[in-house]
């Protein structure tokens, strides 16, 4: 199917075509592979919301061609375009020529024709056109726990969460730039830690440099802190994306940190700035915001292809029903692109009924994650294989490169 977002009415021109006349019906429609949709920015003028349609067409399978004007065509915005997997573009003053669209539909570019444009760091992943893959629904595991690990009978008060449980159907996904959005619903559930272990793991699999990590402008400011960044850069000299919308990243045993700066304090949310910095820097297969605990902008979330929703195994918390309302109103939302980690699993903890599908992390060696803290390190997953087997075949491999074999 051929979608005409476009300010004239082409159906004539292109037989079974579907005209999107404005905006909003745009970001409305959902499209699936073998779909073409001819994207302009006179029906979809604003930056942001191109960004965020573009990217969820090529997720959900769809051929994107975007027309600009030419007061529009800059290097920056065609090198933005391709690495969202767009490569058939054109720009025009006055006049359109609908001979370029009649070549552009007919066509198809591939990486080779805008090469000028495709960043060098994922060109081994764009040689030839998009690819489609399957990704199959995660696998529940059905192995019975052994006798150490048989349940004990809990002592606590069941949870008012009310039992939530949202599979992920098979579907098909176009492999270009990933986007993760790491969030808690509660402080000190893990949400800094499963970012941190996400970013290692990703780059396990990924060449060097094909992994960013970016700190929520609402989150606190640790990155820094953490990974004793003045010894690489004087704090004075950092440039946050917040302040140019360019901004700067500082590479830490192969993952790009994206750091607040040190003393950040920032109620701001930053949602649509934000974005449009995330698909700017997006010429990685891989880009993870940690949240925190501060839920952040819908805009953020719905241009996620991941949503991981930390929550660490303490009862107390399972028991407030404000949590709980938060935690159902993210699933009814993005119930699809949302997995859940229960963090600091142990045999004592009762509630995979209540979480069927959840990824379990156990609670990892407290030495050995404050030796990395104190290092200034990211913590060592070689040394926890076995711990994190559930959170590398339920997040990460899913979202790897097929070509790169994850």
Excluded at 326 to 351: D, F, I, P
């Amino acid at each position: 199917m051929l979608y005409l977002a476009f300010p004239a009415d082409l159906r004539e021109r292109y037989a079974e075509s579907t005209w999107l006349v404005y905006d909003k019906q745009v970001l409305e429609t959902s499209f699936a592979p073998g779909d073409i949709l001819l994207l302009s920015t006179w029906v979809v003028p604003h930056r942001a919301e191109q960004l965020q349609i573009i990217h969820r067409a090529r997720q959900e399978g769809a051929r994107v061609i975007f027309v600009g004007s030419k007061e529009d065509e800059t290097d920056e915005w065609k090198r933005q375009l391709c690495a969202l997997g767009v490569y058939d573009f054109a720009f025009f003053g006055d006049e359109v020529v609908l001979g370029v669209l009649d070549d552009l539909i007919a066509h198809p570019r591939t990486p080779l024709d805008v090469r000028a444009y495709v960043d060098e760091t994922v060109w081994h992943l764009a040689r030839e056109d998009p690819v489609v893959v399957e990704v199959e629904a995660p696998k529940v595991d059905t192995d019975e726990p052994t006798q150490d690990e048989a349940p004990v009978r809990p002592r606590w008060r069941r949870p008012r969460w009310g039992k939530v449980s949202s599979p992920t159907p098979e579907r098909l996904q176009v492999v270009q730039p990933r986007l993760v959005v790491v969030l808690g619903l509660w402080p000190r559930a893990g949400v800094t830690t499963i970012t941190y272990l996400l970013a290692k793991l990703f780059a396990k699999h990924l060449p060097t440099g094909s992994v960013a990590c970016i700190e929520h402008p609402r989150s606190w400011p640790r990155m820094w802190d953490y990974f004793q960044l003045d010894a690489r850069m004087r704090a004075e000299s950092y440039r946050h994306w917040t302040v140019d919308g360019v901004g700067q990243e500082i590479e830490v045993d192969g993952v790009d940190l994206v750091p607040l700066p040190p003393g950040w304090i920032g109620s701001a949310d930053y949602g649509q700035p934000m974005v449009q910095y995330i698909f700017r820097q997006m010429r990685k297969p891989v880009t993870l915001v940690d949240v925190g605990a501060q839920a952040p902008s819908d805009m953020l979330f719905s241009v996620a292809d991941q949503i991981v929703c930390v929550l660490d195994c303490d009862p107390t918390f399972l028991s407030i029903a404000e949590l709980g309302n938060q935690y159902r109103a993210l699933t009814a939302k993005y119930g699809e692109s949302m997995v859940t980690v229960l963090n600091k699993w142990t045999r004592y903890a009762h509630y995979g009924d209540l979480f069927e599908d959840a990824v379990r992390v156990p609670y990892l060696a407290p030495e050995m994650m404050q030796q990395a803290l104190w290092a200034g390190q990211f913590p060592d997953v070689s040394a926890w294989v076995s711990e994190l087997h559930e959170l590398t075949e339920r997040v990460v491999k899913p979202l790897l490169p097929a070509r790169l074999g994850g």
